[in-house]
């Protein structure tokens, strides 16, 4: 069989889809209820610091809430945080592998002050929802700097929202170079 070379295409690399196979690639799914206007919904990033050999661990990230009542979502560098809250189970998205992600993210932190604002999107009215968030790899794709800290914020439109929130990532770790095609 002879493939015609008008449908040959140059091979391409997919580099998250990559993590995934070497075992670098995690994520943290949560669903909440009844988040009020007065009272957002918070998850602090804390990306993986300079290891002890001085290598710098990238992460990648994209992130996606899906609400049953409009809000805004916003992304935030620096927050002020007086604790951290509850620290969530990270996913390696490679089931068989056994490597654990070097960044925490925990759920409902104190923050007194958000910091600088990176993103910030609104979507969907009182009554109806939205998909809130910066989920298209490729283009929206943020390399958090491993000396900061970062918050997800969702405030409603209306009281008693619901959320499933996403967040999504592989590391950049020295041990797992880019192939070459």
């Not at 804390?46 to 809000?71: A, L, N, Y």
Request: aromatic share 8%; net charge negative.
């Amino acid at each position: 069989m002879t493939i015609p070379t008008s449908i040959i295409s140059k091979p391409g690399l997919d580099i998250a889809h990559q993590r995934i196979h070497e075992g670098n690639h995690f994520f943290v799914h949560r669903i909440a209820t009844g988040i009020n206007i007065a009272n957002p919904k918070y998850f602090l990033i804390i990306p993986p610091r300079v290891q002890s050999d001085g290598s710098i661990i990238e992460m990648h990230i994209i992130f996606e809430t899906v609400t049953d009542i409009g809000g805004t979502l916003g992304f935030f560098e620096n927050p002020t945080v007086t604790s951290n809250g509850t620290e969530l189970t990270i996913i390696n998205n490679n089931r068989r592998s056994s490597t654990s992600s070097l960044c925490q993210i925990f759920e409902n932190p104190i923050v007194t002050n958000d910091g600088t604002s990176l993103f910030e999107e609104r979507a969907g009215t009182t009554t109806s929802g939205a998909e809130l968030g910066e989920f298209e790899r490729n283009d929206e794709e943020i390399i958090l700097h491993q000396l900061d800290t970062y918050i997800l914020k969702f405030t409603p439109l209306a009281n008693n929202a619901n959320i499933t929130m996403e967040i999504n990532w592989y590391d950049n770790r020295p041990s797992a170079p880019i192939p070459i095609p």
